[in-house]
């Protein structure tokens, strides 16, 4: 179940979070680290999913990203950031100008965004099992 | 944090999910199971929390809905609910006629409802903190 056409189910936005920690927030962040201004990052593929996730589970997917988030968290450490270096800049290929502040606090809401639409989706397989209560459950209508 | 006057934060969610574990699901589920249709629920107290979780901390809680969560799911598995208990009917005292399975499946979405309020809570409070990446994250304006 998703919200609709071109919307994801839970599974999508498993593959796309895990896509999203193989190539988006810690190699970006690598990348101003090391080129700043000078090398825009890599476009971000919002369908790589659909075909990396191919037979695989829900649960494969679970530990997929457990194991690959781990790994990124451990190496966000290693980076020892301070402000300054949190003050750089790096350049996105369609926004232009970001820091790699900004980066992480994208990574920050971005999780939170799909944890959200994951709700949504799961909330919407009950809408008829709620019965009467249904009124009262705004996120059925969300 | 919260979401505008008379909204609440994380804080004051997770005070009514404590709440509710204390006096709607399970107790309303027991309630249908010994009185039917011939006793309406008490009403839930949605203001309950702010007296209730005065001079504690998030931490205290979280260790306090995770206890009351478990205790209340082996309850549940304690009950052992059989397709035709979970057509038993019950007296909501502004709904109506009510059954144990719609309680049942309310329990589920009114958790999910919560998640979801307080993903966008949590996610305003780096509105700024993203830059340019604000327009890619429609969990900021939701």
């Known amino acids: 179940m998703n919200e609709g056409p071109d919307t994801w189910n839970p599974f999508d936005i ?46 494969d997917l679970l530990a997929e990203f457990t194991r690959l988030r781990e790994a990124n968290l451990q190496e966000l450490a290693r980076l020892n950031l301070t402000p300054k270096l949190l003050e750089k800049r790096g350049q996105h290929p369609e926004l232009g100008v970001v820091t790699l502040s900004q980066l992480l606090s994208t990574w920050v809401v971005h999780d939170l965004g799909h944890i959200g639409q994951i709700v949504r989706v799961m909330s919407k397989q009950y809408k008829v099992a709620v019965g009467p209560w249904q009124d009262y459950l705004p996120i059925l209508t969300r």
């Open 14 to 59: 498993l593959g796309h979070l895990i896509h999203g920690e193989e190539t988006d927030w810690i190699p970006r962040a690598r990348m101003i680290l090391e080129h700043g201004e000078a090398r825009a990052f890599e476009p971000f593929d919002r369908f790589a999913m659909f075909e990396k996730s191919k037979g695989k589970s829900l649960t």
